[in-house]
């Protein structure tokens, strides 16, 4: 199977075999919006849920516990505030972790008594923290400033990089495509939102640039003189970039995947809620989507803008109508050899095979 898949992957890059996902780049869009018009469902209802670092409160942990029912905790804060709805949560197999709004000092050591009888622990087994909501605006302002920054400074890089501003603008709109849907998965799951979850956002959009970076400079490899040739057009060189950095994509997603698939299972199924957790599903789902965004949203959004301006879309003009003469001249009655009417070429010759002796190098003094 190695030795297919390595095939499989030297017929794309040399383009023996090839798969016209720019072509098809309305399917691609489609699905794209289709993701980001159900984040926004998502993130309206049941939307996020912000942790208790953003919205305040205090918090109880119980260590060392008997028993992993989280009915006792309820009950034990019913007893000293009726009108709380806690958030009880286990972490580990013997710790359980409460949240509430507020509460007085003289409610929280009656929480804390009523939680040493409930689950039989001792009272330095029962913690208890008060987290301002000041520090959780704090950190989703800096998060916002951070995220307007990295942005501007992307879209200077890519602009001088790629020496084409609709990259940059591409790659931007690929960033917001992945952080959009991440959200909202995250909305659609229910986990509360925490430090760590920020963390792992602001994250993706690391990696989602990076991977899209990585295919954006085999675009330009590609296309680079492709209007002093009338072999393929624009859209063709580009869609055998994509093809060529699939394989590529495709390893450094699943090494990348692995790690974290096993760090989300055991914050989720071992160790409970935790920073593991909430960092680990941000990753896992956003590195799913940037591998997504990179191949099928980013270079085809590009060349959607590229193919608009005049010197391409004549220069496209002039290659197809150069095709389907030939086509027709090979169609024409009592013409020799096979048809060679191509509609579309997602791939491109051979290497070499289309050069001849003629391109080979000479040695110096041999005439």
Known sequence: MAVNFAQWGNDLYTGRRSYDIVGRR???FTISGILVLLSAVFLVKPGLQPGIEFRGGSEFTVSNAATSDQQ???DAVAEVAPEEVPRVTNVGSSS???????????QVDQVRTALQ???????DDVASSFIGPTWGKDVSQKAAISLVVFLVLVALV??????????????????????IVTVGVYAAVGWEVTPATVIGFLTI?????????????????????????????????????VNQTLVRSINTSVVALLPVAGILFIGAFVL?????????????VGMIVGAFSSVFLATPLEVALRVREQPIREHTEKVLTARARAAGAADAPG?????????????????????????????????
Do not use: C
């Open 96 to 106: 359980i972790r409460i949240q509430t709004a507020e509460l007085t000092n003289d």
């Open 117 to 123: 009888e409930a689950y039989g622990v001792t009272e």
């Open 335 to 367: 013409a020799e050899g096979a048809p060679v009417a191509v509609a579309r070429a997602t791939g491109q010759v051979r290497p070499g095979g289309h050069q001849g002796p003629a391109a080979q190098p000479r040695r110096k003094g041999r005439r």
């Open 72 to 74: 006792p905790a309820v």
């Open 272 to 284: 409970g809620a935790g920073t593991l957790r909430d960092i680990a599903l941000a990753l896992f």
């Open 205 to 241: 959009l690391a990696y989602s640039i990076y991977d899209t970076v990585v295919v954006f400079d085999k675009v330009r490899e590609n296309t680079t003189g492709v209007l002093d040739q009338t072999r393929a057009t624009y859209a063709e060189r580009a869609n055998l970039a």
């Open 26 to 28: 309305r399917v691609w």
């Open 158 to 179: 890519l602009t001088i990089y790629f020496r084409n501003w609709r990259m940059a603008v591409a790659a931007i709109i690929a960033l917001f495509h992945d952080l």
